[in-house]
């Protein structure tokens, strides 16, 4: 699967931004999704995932209730809502899907993802 994110950009603190990641249609709805973002001089760090089918979703503690992951599997898309944003938020994003044998499964580490897009950049400002 070709990923492709879009949707960042600058925004100030407590203001909104949507992510998108588009897939190659081929096989999509094979893939477990997820969402990592990157700060300056950090490690990439896990934001959110989802199953197959969309039934299951994981976040990261300091995202939960701020952020929502989806996933239109007809439309080959997978989102990330990103709500009450925070300067610690600003990272370049990056969606990540790999082929999962279970509709139920989700993914939480880098390392479990064998697909990548080219990420986008978030800022926000305080």
């Known amino acids: 699967v070709q990923l492709q994110a879009s949707g960042g950009g600058l925004v100030q603190a407590g203001g909104s931004l949507r992510l998108s990641c588009a897939g190659s249609?081929?096989?999509?709805?094979?893939?477990?999704m997820g969402w990592f973002r990157q700060a300056p001089g950090k490690e990439r760090e896990f934001v959110a995932a989802?199953?197959?089918?969309?039934?299951?979703?994981h976040y990261t503690d300091s995202v939960k209730g701020r952020f929502t992951i989806s996933r239109d599997n007809a439309r080959s898309t997978v989102a990330l809502q990103m709500n009450s944003l925070k300067s610690e938020d600003t990272a370049v994003y990056y969606c990540?899907?790999?082929?999962?044998?279970?509709?139920?499964?989700?993914?939480?580490?880098?390392?479990?993802?064998?697909?990548w897009g080219q990420g986008t950049d978030v800022t926000v400002s305080s």
């Open positions: 990540g899907s790999d082929y999962a044998r279970r509709m139920e499964t989700v993914k939480v580490t880098p390392n479990e993802y064998s697909n």
């Open positions: 989802i199953s197959r089918n969309g039934y299951n979703t």
């Open positions: 249609r081929r096989n999509f709805n094979q893939h477990a």
